[in-house]
T-cell receptor, first 114, second 112 residues
Framework: GQSLEQPSEVTAVEGAIVQINCTYQ??????LSWYQQHDGGAPTFLSY????GLEETGRFSSFLSRSDSYGYLLLQELQMKDSASYFC???????????????FGTGTLLAVQP | DVKVTQSSRYLVKRTGEKVFLECVQD?????MFWYRQDPGLGLRLIYF???????EKGDIPEGYSVSREKKERFSLILESASTNQTSMYLC???????????FGQGTRLTVV
């Protein structure tokens, strides 16, 4: 089967650093993505890692270790507006392995407190 | 800007009705997806399509079907709506499998 595991909730204070972990188990793997979703809104893309290592985009960084089937999203200098749900996503084999499908984890609700 | 548009923001249907959820994207994307989102369960893939008239089951296809007659439009069909299909439905599209997915605003479907 396939699974993407994330913590359900994380709480942090403004200005702090928080790390959201994702471990995955899939039949295929073509990269790990992260999405942000504010309450009542649509998910929006944050980052994509195809290879091992750290990708940095402003206050957000994402890390991937393919040998450990593990990745994380790092949010620095937290702001109140970062309060949202964060989802990791993996491209996995479709039925028969001929296609790729995009599957998501269960999401991590980040609460940033003043 | 890429735009993915879902036909309805809120929908209320009766048990047993046939329900159509429509999704249109304006960026000539090859791949389109339908997910449902429920508290604590994340986004679960119902069906996806990688080309016109091509479709593939996701992880929870039971009770659903899809149609993709034109590249820009991907429809989700609930053949006979049931109360356990009450959920938020999200449509997404991607240009290819290594680029970001763009989502519609979602349709909150209530089946009574």
């Amino acid at each position: 089967g396939q699974s993407l595991e994330q913590p359900s909730e994380v709480t942090a204070v403004e200005g702090a650093i928080v790390q959201i972990n994702c471990t995955y188990q899939t039949s295929g793997f073509y990269g790990l993505s992260w999405y942000q979703q504010h309450d009542g809104g649509a998910p929006t893309f944050l980052s994509y890692n195809a290879l091992d290592g750290l990708e940095e985009t402003g206050r957000f960084s994402s890390f991937l270790s393919r040998s450990d089937s593990y990745g994380y999203l790092l949010l620095q200098e937290l702001q109140m507006k970062d309060s949202a749900s964060y989802f990791c996503a993996v491209r996995d084999h479709g039925y028969g392995g001929a296609t790729n499908k995009l599957i998501f984890g269960t999401g991590t609700l980040l609460a940033v407190q003043p | 800007d890429v735009k993915v548009t879902q036909s309805s923001r809120y929908l209320v249907k009766r048990t047993g009705e046939k329900v159509f959820l429509e999704c249109v994207q304006d960026m000539d994307h090859e791949n389109m997806f339908w997910y449902r989102q429920d508290p604590g369960l994340g986004l679960r893939l119902i069906y996806f399509s990688y080309d016109v008239k091509m479709k593939e089951k996701g992880d929870i296809p039971e009770g659903y079907s899809v149609s993709r007659e034109k590249k820009e439009r991907f429809s989700l069909i609930l053949e006979s709506a049931s109360t356990n299909q009450t959920s938020m439905y999200l449509c997404a599209s991607t240009r290819d499998m290594n680029t970001e997915a763009f989502f519609g605003q979602g349709t909150r479907l209530t089946v009574v």
